[in-house]
């Protein structure tokens, strides 16, 4: 059984940074895509950014140039560096993992595990 946990999400003026951190006990699979995910109250939960286990990334448009997903394989950690906060990045931030590489990382049904979330406050 794969289990994240989420750290590093909090208060944060607009235009400020923040780094998340995502601890796995291990890796589904030797072949893997990890993203993070947001969603905001009423809205659905979109992904963010994702990395697979060959270290391609992939990010939303509404993120790019401002948040860089990474990965450290010897911790099995997943982080996002999220710079330039806005009000709208509000929200709580998931890690998810699942076995296997699709395109683009697939989309959130696509993903077997979940954390429990960190929620992520952009004041402005």
């Known amino acids: 059984q794969v289990q994240l946990q989420e750290s590093g999400g909090g208060p944060v003026n607009s235009g400020g940074s923040l780094t998340l951190s995502c601890g796995a006990s291990?890796?589904?699979?030797?072949?893997?895509?990890m993203g993070w995910f947001r969603q905001a109250p009423g809205k659905e939960r979109e992904k963010v950014a994702s990395i697979n286990s060959f270290g391609t990334t992939s990010y939303a448009d509404v993120v790019k140039g401002r948040f860089t997903i990474s990965q450290d394989n010897n911790k099995k950690t997943l982080y996002l560096e999220l710079n330039n906060l806005k009000p709208e990045d509000s929200a709580v931030y998931y890690c998810?993992?699942?076995?296997?590489?699709?395109?683009?990382?697939?989309?959130?049904?696509?993903?077997?595990?979940w954390g429990q979330g960190t929620q992520v406050t952009v004041s402005s």
């Open positions: 998810a993992a699942m076995r296997g590489i699709v395109w683009d990382c697939g989309i959130a049904r696509d993903y077997e595990h």
């Open positions: 291990k890796y589904p699979s030797d072949d893997y895509c």
